[in-house]
Structure formats: C-alpha cells, structure tokens
C-alpha cells in the first residue's frame, strides 16, 4: 500500500490521516538514539495528530523535540542534522491534515517513503519499556527567522526593502508566524493580512489563487503599495501580486529569481532544477543569464538537486530549484521555503524599483491547463500511446518522455501531456501565442489515444 503522494501523506482526518495512522507513522520512523523534531501547521486536528506522532516515535525509542505551531520550512530547517515531522495539509481544506518526512533539511524521497510503508504494514512492536525517547519543548521560530534575515541581507544588504512597501496575506495560515516579521527586520513597511493562525481558514481558503486572493487584490487597488504577497497554509508557497492588485504568473516569478540566482553564481555551470510543467520562459531567461535547466518530476526538487549534484561534474551548482509556487534555495537548504522566496522576491522588486519592471525582460506567453476524463487504470496505456503518437503529430517538436511527454517548438511555445497521480485525468498544459489551437489539436490526439485504451 503506497500511503505518500507527491507530498507526503495527506487526506481527510476522520478516514485517512487519522491518530491511528500518526502513531504508526511515528513508530515506523523512529529508531532508537535518534532524535526527530515535530512541528505542526495551525489545524484544529493538529495537536492530537501531533501527540500521537510523538507517541510513536518515542515509543520506537526516538527522543523528540516539539516545536509547535511552526511554518513548514520552519520545521525543514530545525531538521538539519536530525530528521522531522511536519503535521500539516499545506493548502488543503480544514477537514483535512497530513504527515511531511524530512531528513537532514530535506524531504524523504521515494525509496525513504517506500521503506516507511514497508515498516507501517510490518507492524513494528514499541521499543523495550527502559528504551523509549524523551521529548521536550524546543523554540525554532526565531532562530529560522534570524537565519532568513541573514542570508537575504548576506545577498542584498542590510536594509534592502527601506523603500518598498508590501501587503502580506496570510490567510490564517503559519506564514503568519515569519514572513512579516522578516520583511520588516529587512526594512520594509509591512501591511499583514488575515495573519492571526487559525485552522478554521475563516478569511480565505488556505490555496491562494486569483479567486481566493480577491480581498487581496482589491486592498493592493485600493491602496499605495509596491507589492503583494500570499501563503498558503503551511508558508511553503508562494503567490506574487503587483501593486494594482494582479496575480503575477508563478512562472514568471521562478524565470526571474532564477535568472538572478544564475547571474549572482560563480559556478562554471550553474544549474536550475524544475518540473515538466514548468513555462519556457524559465529555460529562456536562465539560458540568458548563462544557466541551464533541468527537470524532475512534479514533487521531487529535492530528488533533482541530489541528481544534479551527483552526475554534474566540477563547476556545476545548482542555484535554484523551484516548481510553480514552490522554491528552494540551495544556498540557504535544500527545503521548499515561501518565506525565503518572500524576501527574495521583494528584495529583487526593490532592486528593479517595481514588479513591472522585473517582469519587462520575461516573454509571457498565454497559458493554459486542461483534464481530459481518463480512468486511473487506462492512465499507463494511454501514456504509452501518447509517447508515439504526439510526436508523429508534431514532428517538428523537440520530445521528451521522462515525465510525460513535453514537446517544445521553436518559437519556444511547449505543451506537456501527463497522467495525474491523484484524479482520474490526463492532463494538458501548454503556452504559446497561439494557445487555444495547440490545446485543441493535442486534446485531440490525448482523446484519441484514450479511445483506443478503453
């Protein structure tokens, strides 16, 4: 039984994620002498989810460092040098809760979470009564705080945001906790929305999105500010908004850190890391600042910089690693951290003097993603049918089959067709000037192929 998907484990907590399962976890992941920092987001079910966990792991004979109602990186940062829990759903509904794994500042990857299942099923009795761990109460918030300030003004000074001001919506959600109290050591003149937590998400739903981030949108037009920032529940997204209001694509906001990472690194081949599903204008900006990028599937950023790290030879570095609204920066951890990416993003506004003009060089083509209705067991048949016939239906496309299939064309419009791995859809996604026709011809051949799996 396979219980992680792209995230860890995530779910509703009356069926799935429930206290049961949270022992287990713990149990499974606990080995004696070792010591596991648990953290948890501000969901109602978090504290029981969280007693069990630590019951669990202590009972395997792990000693446990609680550090309450943390963000997410919060928790990926006191794991360096020892593993993590993190109790949380991300942007999922309230109803819901779930389990995040790191070691060492970075996530599990398949083969950790595989073994984990393994342990799960085998039922592993507790630990001998005179082995079980400890647990006491640690404080991480201000110590990650510290060091996110550190390393932004390490990068960009020690007052970088003096002239900029900036709206955070929090969404009740734990970035609450971090990313206005980091703008403002950084200088800026901070606005925090909905920033009390509360797992309830009484103000907007815990995804930020254009329709959720509506109140947002209409503060920033109503008002004088440079820029606009959201969270999701857990603060390891991130969603950028310019000062009327409007949603900055999240692709546009990973082609332009990334461009700045590439610029500042004095690697011989510095390397960006993102996702099948990620927009050209991330490859063009990169290739102009003097970087390559490379893709991993949707999920494993981390799984991509151990790749890179492992197979590039000297003078590779990876700088950044982001999917859309999730960034890493390897030179701070190798976790996904929307607070960093709070500042960061704010410190390079600042720099450009507004989000206009850090936007003005990114080529924005229109964008679009589309589910075609495939059942779960046809997903794998279809995928094999598509390997052949979107290439033979656009010959003159650049293909690549490692994620998907992506086909990309000269004009650097690209199209990406894949399975779901949690609905019963295939999906599409694609950019070009020409959208629509692109969509309607590879839904066309999508349609196809699922006809003859069926």
Not at 75 to 91: D, E, N, P, Q
Not at 207 to 229: Q, R, V
Not at 313 to 330: I, L, S, Y
Request: proline residues 6%; aromatic residues 6%; glycine residues 10%.
């Amino acid at each position: 039984m396979t219980r992680f998907g792209t995230a860890g484990i995530r779910g509703p907590v009356e069926s799935e994620v429930t206290p049961e399962l949270a022992v287990a976890v713990g149990r499974a992941a606990g080995e004696p002498g070792e010591t596991v920092v648990v953290g948890r987001d501000g969901r109602e079910t978090g504290p029981a989810l969280a007693a069990a966990l630590e019951a669990g792991l202590a009972s395997a004979g792990a000693d446990v460092r609680r550090l309450g109602v943390v963000p997410t990186p919060a928790l990926a940062f006191a794991s360096r040098g020892r593993r993590g829990v993190m109790v949380t759903a991300s942007h999922n509904p309230p109803a819901d809760n779930g389990l995040k794994l790191f070691v060492d500042g970075v996530e599990y990857d398949r083969d950790a979470e595989a073994t984990i299942d393994a342990r799960i099923e085998d039922e592993p009795g507790p630990a001998p009564w005179d082995e079980w761990g400890s647990s006491e109460r640690v404080d991480v918030l201000e110590p990650y705080r510290e060091a996110v300030t550190a390393y932004v003004r390490d990068r960009f000074g020690d007052e970088p945001l003096a002239r900029l001001s900036v709206v955070v919506d929090c969404g009740a959600g734990v970035g609450g906790l971090a990313t206005p109290q980091v703008l403002d050591r950084l200088g800026a003149d901070v606005v925090a929305l909905n920033a009390a937590v509360d797992g309830h998400f009484p103000a907007r739903e815990s995804k930020p999105t254009p329709e959720t981030l509506s109140d947002l949108s209409a503060f920033l037009a109503e008002g004088s500010f440079d820029l606009g920032l959201a969270h999701d529940g857990d603060a390891d997204r991130l969603v950028v908004l310019d000062g009327n209001g409007d949603v900055v694509h999240e692709d546009t906001v990973l082609a332009v850190v990334a461009a700045d990472y590439v610029r500042r690194s004095e690697a011989a081949d510095p390397v960006v890391v993102t996702t099948p599903n990620a927009s050209a204008r991330i490859d063009e900006q990169v290739r102009a600042a003097g970087g390559r990028t490379e893709r991993v599937r949707l999920g494993a950023l981390h799984e991509g910089i151990a790749r890179e790290r492992r197979e590039g030879g000297d003078g590779t570095a990876v700088v950044f690693a982001a999917e859309p609204w999730k960034h890493v920066h390897p030179a701070f951890g190798g976790w996904i951290d929307g607070v960093a990416s709070a500042a960061v993003v704010a410190c390079l506004v600042a720099d450009a003097d507004s989000v206009d003009a850090l936007r003005a060089p990114v080529s924005e083509r229109p964008y679009r993603k589309r589910s075609v209705d495939c059942a779960d067991e046809a997903k794998s048949a279809v995928m094999d049918r598509l390997e052949t016939a979107l290439p033979e239906e656009f010959p003159d496309a650049t293909v690549e089959t490692a994620y998907g299939v992506r086909l990309e064309f000269d004009d650097a419009s690209w199209t990406l067709v894949r399975p779901s791995g949690t609905e019963p859809y295939v999906r599409i996604y694609a950019e070009s000037d020409d959208v629509a026709a692109l969509v309607a011809d590879v839904r066309e051949v999508v349609e196809r192929a699922i006809a003859d799996a069926v």
